[in-house]
């Protein structure tokens, strides 16, 4: 990854996830941005746990 992106990757994260445009981002404060990776992070943790969830339960002989 270009060490650019990898300084700024709290500025092009949500852009590469689609959750923002580039315009959006480019109009946002420092804190506006960590305040939506905040939002990205949260997203994700609910997503892994609902996933591991459905493992324990795919894995489970229960009737």
Excluded: H
């Excluded at 590469?16 to 480019?26: D, G, N």
């Excluded at 804190?31 to 894995?59: F, G, H, P, T, W």
């Amino acid at each position: 990854m270009d060490g650019n992106v990898k300084e700024n990757w709290q500025f092009w994260r949500p852009i590469v996830l689609k959750v923002i445009s580039y315009t959006e981002a480019i109009a946002m404060s420092e804190e506006q941005l960590a305040n939506v990776n905040k939002a990205i992070d949260l997203q994700l943790s609910k997503e892994r746990a609902e996933q591991r969830k459905m493992a324990a339960l795919s894995k489970c002989k229960c009737k």
